[in-house]
């Protein structure tokens, strides 16, 4: 088994709650460059959680060091996250402004063991183009400021026509007022140049969790 298989099989491991200790180990010499490519590829949370049954003189104090520090990183940046996305709800909701929680969150609370154990930096919301204005409004209001976009029609806050149904509308970004916090609005879910199909059904299909302590669409 090389590095690459063996952080897969970790990764995989981790992600699946397993209690039994991996079957294989790699030599000693190669921890310190699978802690570098764990940390890269955001895995370490994960590779981490695979190591906890394995007995201690198995793996180099250094690693589990490391290891543990990407997970104590990946814990503090989740509840930093998860406090600006409760905030930015509360903030849009009191306006009437629904959106979608997508990616890290979301994938977080519903996916993983624990949600610490999946690494993201940053906020991905869905939004009705509808909604947008209110929305770019809202935020601004209340101490949200543009982080951009990378559209060469419209501007940050207006929403240029789209010249075809196929089309999807750019990403456009906020930075919570700490600035530490990006939120990124999104407009469909995949944007791969497909037609808007059903929308208002697949609104209608979002379910509800808490997180934080607050409901939110996922």
Same mark, same amino acid.
């Given at each position: 088994m090389?590095?690459?298989?063996?952080?897969?099989a970790?990764?995989?491991?981790?992600?699946?709650?397993?209690?039994?200790?991996?079957a294989? &180990?790699?030599p000693?010499?190669?921890?310190?460059?699978?802690?570098?490519?764990?940390?890269?590829?955001?895995?370490?949370?994960l $590779?981490?959680e695979?190591l906890?049954?394995?007995?201690?003189?198995?793996?180099p104090p250094?690693v589990?060091?490391?290891?543990?520090?990407e997970?104590?990183?990946?814990?503090?940046?989740?509840?930093l996250?998860?406090?600006i996305?409760?905030?930015? @709800?509360?903030?849009?909701r009191?306006?009437? $402004?629904?959106?979608?929680?997508l990616?890290?969150?979301?994938?977080?609370?519903? $996916?993983?063991?624990?949600?610490? &154990?999946?690494?993201?930096?940053?906020?991905?919301v869905?939004?009705r183009?509808?909604?947008?204005?209110?929305?770019?409004?809202?935020l601004?209001?209340?101490?949200?400021?543009?982080?951009?976009?990378?559209?060469?029609?419209?501007?940050?806050?207006?929403?240029?026509?789209k010249p075809?149904?196929?089309?999807?509308?750019?990403?456009?970004?906020?930075?919570?007022?700490?600035?530490?916090?990006? @939120?990124? @609005?999104?407009?469909v879910?995949?944007q791969?140049?497909?037609r808007?199909?059903?929308?208002?059904?697949?609104?209608?299909?979002?379910?509800?969790?808490? @997180?934080?302590g607050?409901?939110?669409?996922?």
């Amino acid at each position: 088994m090389n590095g690459v298989e063996f952080l897969t099989a970790a990764a995989h491991a981790g992600a699946m709650d397993r209690t039994a200790p991996l079957a294989v &180990l790699p030599p000693a010499e190669s921890w310190p460059g699978l802690v570098e490519l764990a940390i890269e590829h955001r895995v370490g949370p994960l $590779v981490h959680e695979a190591l906890s049954p394995v007995p201690s003189a198995a793996v180099p104090p250094k690693v589990r060091a490391a290891l543990e520090g990407e997970l104590l990183r990946s814990e503090a940046t989740r509840l930093l996250c998860e406090s600006i996305l409760c905030d930015a @709800i509360g903030t849009l909701r009191s306006q009437g $402004v629904e959106v979608i929680v997508l990616k890290g969150a979301t994938v977080a609370h519903d $996916v993983y063991p624990r949600p610490e &154990l999946r690494l993201y930096h940053d906020i991905d919301v869905l939004c009705r183009v509808e909604d947008y204005p209110k929305l770019y409004e809202t935020l601004l209001a209340h101490g949200y400021t543009s982080a951009g976009t990378h559209e060469a029609r419209g501007t940050h806050a207006v929403l240029a026509s789209k010249p075809s149904p196929s089309e999807s509308h750019a990403v456009r970004a906020f930075y919570d007022p700490s600035g530490d916090v990006k @939120i990124e @609005i999104h407009f469909v879910v995949f944007q791969l140049g497909l037609r808007d199909r059903s929308e208002d059904a697949f609104w209608r299909r979002a379910r509800t969790r808490d @997180i934080g302590g607050v409901a939110m669409k996922l």
